[in-house]
């Protein structure tokens, strides 16, 4: 039996490299080894406000990318979160084991609602982390791959699994995290000191799966580099050593390779190698993405649900006869 594995990815603002490169290019690899579970995390998305028709557009965008990345329907489950209603069921069974303290310490929950001050979050943003515990313990999950800035959440599913389990029989199972550690983070463009994300103010902090060659090359010409000229890939050099990290990803070079391969050159030619990189990587990408058509795409995320529906409908079960619900 394989050990099972759940992962998602919100349908909001542009899926970017540090996107592909920290989590959905560990998937595919992860779906030879493991029973694979990859999910279109909407209901998390909402926790923000979301223009409605932008997020069904981004829902489908974001489904057609884990396909064309080479996430393969026939060995994982594919399915947008809403469709499965006993996430949101198990998430308010988890909140009410759940404790303030815990959530209140919850750094992303911190840092979103320092943007537009903590008196306008809302509520579903501060229980963002017991929503995304209930969707790893619903479906029996053994390994979560996760970057390191999700490590707190996955602690903080433990506890609540751990604490259902002490105070009501066993129920879950207790999950670890998967962290591949060149790939786990992935900085910005304009700031090596924060990570690239979708919600960065700058479109320059990221490049987008979907931006154009033009863009592309913009963006790596405009990208932060540290003092001196050197190729070196070292603490020292953050800025230049995300760059190499960027590369060495897309091209499975070691660091050490690209350092020998811009010995002697500046950077602007490890830029333009580097934008050349890119671009042939996302190239073929995109050209996959734009031959799936919608229907195609809803009928995949159709079958995933109804793949996975009949284990979350027998954990809520579960978990309702633990509880002392009458079912």
Same mark, same amino acid.
């Given at each position: 039996?394989?050990?099972?594995?759940?992962?998602?990815?919100?349908?909001?603002?542009?899926?970017?490299?540090?996107?592909?490169?920290?989590?959905?290019?560990?998937?595919?690899?992860?779906?030879?080894?493991?029973?694979?579970?990859?999910?279109?995390?909407?209901?998390? =998305?909402?926790?923000?406000?979301?223009?409605?028709?932008?997020?069904?557009?981004?829902?489908?965008?974001?489904?057609?990318?884990?396909?064309?990345?080479?996430?393969?329907?026939?060995?994982?489950?594919?399915?947008?979160?809403?469709?499965?209603?006993?996430?949101?069921?198990?998430?308010?069974?988890?909140?009410?084991?759940?404790?303030?303290?815990?959530?209140?310490?919850?750094?992303?929950?911190?840092? !979103?609602?320092?943007?537009?001050?903590?008196?306008? =979050?809302?509520?579903?943003?501060?229980?963002?982390?017991?929503?995304?515990?209930?969707?790893?313990?619903?479906?029996?999950?053994?390994?979560?791959?996760?970057?390191?800035?999700?490590?707190?959440?996955?602690?903080?599913?433990?506890?609540?699994?751990?604490?259902?389990?002490? &105070?009501?029989?066993?129920?879950?199972?207790?999950? &670890?995290?998967?962290?591949?550690?060149?790939?786990?983070?992935?900085?910005?463009?304009?700031?090596?000191?924060?990570?690239?994300?979708?919600?960065?103010?700058?479109?320059?902090?990221?490049?987008?799966?979907?931006?154009?060659?033009?863009?592309?090359?913009?963006?790596?010409?405009? =990208?932060?580099?540290?003092?001196?000229?050197?190729?070196?890939?070292?603490?020292?050099?953050?800025?230049? &050593?995300?760059?190499?990290?960027?590369?060495?990803?897309?091209?499975?070079?070691?660091?050490?390779?690209?350092?020998?391969?811009?010995?002697? !050159?500046?950077?602007?030619?490890?830029?333009?190698?580097?934008?050349?990189?890119?671009?042939?990587?996302?190239?073929?990408?995109?050209?996959?993405?734009?031959?799936?058509?919608? =229907?195609?795409?809803?009928?995949?995320?159709? &079958?995933?649900?109804?793949?996975?529906?009949?284990?979350?409908?027998?954990?809520?079960?579960?978990?309702?006869?633990?509880?002392?619900?009458?079912?």
């Amino acid at each position: 039996m394989k050990q099972r594995i759940f992962s998602g990815i919100q349908p909001s603002g542009n899926l970017h490299l540090g996107n592909y490169l920290g989590a959905i290019k560990n998937w595919v690899k992860l779906q030879e080894e493991y029973d694979s579970i990859f999910c279109v995390v909407d209901l998390h =998305a909402i926790t923000v406000p979301q223009d409605p028709e932008i997020l069904r557009q981004k829902t489908i965008e974001v489904a057609k990318i884990y396909l064309a990345a080479g996430i393969d329907p026939e060995k994982s489950a594919i399915f947008i979160q809403s469709h499965i209603s006993e996430h949101t069921e198990l998430a308010w069974i988890l909140n009410t084991i759940a404790k303030i303290p815990e959530l209140e310490k919850m750094t992303q929950f911190k840092d !979103k609602s320092q943007k537009n001050g903590r008196e306008s =979050a809302s509520v579903g943003l501060f229980v963002y982390p017991v929503l995304m515990a209930a969707d790893i313990l619903l479906y029996n999950t053994e390994t979560v791959p996760v970057g390191e800035d999700q490590l707190q959440h996955i602690e903080l599913a433990r506890d609540l699994a751990a604490r259902f389990n002490k &105070k009501f029989g066993e129920t879950f199972i207790v999950p &670890k995290h998967f962290v591949k550690e060149e790939g786990m983070r992935i900085m910005g463009l304009d700031d090596p000191r924060k990570k690239m994300s979708k919600s960065a103010a700058s479109e320059y902090n990221y490049i987008a799966l979907t931006d154009p060659e033009e863009t592309i090359r913009k963006k790596i010409k405009k =990208a932060v580099t540290d003092s001196g000229s050197e190729i070196i890939y070292c603490d020292d050099k953050p800025a230049l &050593k995300n760059l190499i990290n960027i590369h060495s990803l897309l091209t499975d070079q070691t660091p050490a390779e690209i350092e020998k391969m811009y010995a002697g !050159k500046g950077y602007g030619d490890f830029k333009n190698g580097l934008a050349d990189a890119i671009v042939n990587f996302l190239k073929p990408l995109q050209e996959r993405i734009g031959a799936i058509s919608d =229907a195609e795409v809803l009928d995949i995320l159709e &079958k995933g649900a109804a793949k996975v529906r009949p284990i979350a409908i027998q954990k809520i079960f579960d978990v309702k006869q633990k509880l002392g619900f009458i079912i």
